[in-house]
């Protein structure tokens, strides 16, 4: 058997014992796209002072040794296509580790949900909805009988009597007394027919005599001031 065969042989055996395990879980598989992102940023940190070596080199040489100046920058070339490469690669990864991290997380939280949705199942198996049903019912009757009671105890006890009429008997009443005093004091006083006595003259000059003399007292004022 030649070695291509055996080595077809030992890659097919070896996959065959992968499937029969089921595959890496999925924090195994993030782990190792995270490893080999730490090796390839690794990768790009040497690239990149690599190519800073080369560009000095071809600096260096460029008036004095024009032959090496050019192999630098050859090399300088090469490894800047290693590192775009890199780069690439590094978004690949790094697009594959974010989706693989959302389905990750994404399928713990659908376990979650229907690690809770059976909780809820057995809650509600534990009830009967014609028992509850039922139970609301009872509630509510000895609410209304309650309400009913309340009523009672609160309600006027013994006769009652119509408020409007016991208010208008009590008005009648006051007018009786009223007409009773007005009786008992002869009636309303008679209004004085005579006139009144008019001021007399003496009245009249008094006070005239007393405004005179207040606007002289005003003048003096003013001429004081």
Do not use: C
Not at 154 to 179: C, H, K, N, R, V
Request: charged share 35%; net charge negative.
């Amino acid at each position: 058997m030649s070695k291509i065969a055996k080595l077809f042989k030992g890659s097919s055996s070896s996959s065959k014992h992968h499937r029969s395990r089921g595959g890496p879980s999925p924090q195994e598989a993030i782990h190792k796209l995270r490893e080999t992102e730490e090796m390839l940023t690794k990768k790009q940190d040497y690239l990149e002072k690599r190519i800073e070596q080369e560009l000095m080199i071809a600096k260096k040489n460029g008036t004095k040794n024009k032959r090496a100046a050019l192999q630098a920058l050859k090399r300088k070339k090469r490894l800047e296509q290693q590192l775009t490469q890199i780069d690439g690669t590094l978004s690949t990864i790094e697009f594959q580790r974010e989706a693989l991290e959302n389905s990750h997380t994404n399928t713990e939280v659908l376990k979650n949900m229907g690690f809770a949705a059976k909780a809820m199942k057995q809650v509600h198996e534990n009830m009967d909805i014609d028992k509850i049903d039922d139970l609301m019912q009872d509630i509510t009757e000895q609410q209304d009988v309650a309400r009913e009671i309340s009523e009672v105890i609160s309600g006027p006890y013994g006769e009652t009597f119509d408020e409007d009429e016991l208010l208008a008997e009590l008005e009648e009443l006051e007018q009786e007394e009223l007409e009773d005093n007005m009786k008992s004091m002869g009636g309303l006083p008679s209004v004085p027919s005579s006139k009144l006595p008019s001021a007399g003259p003496s009245h009249r000059a008094s006070a005239k005599k007393r405004v005179e003399e207040e606007d002289d007292m005003r003048m003096l004022e003013s001429w004081a001031t």
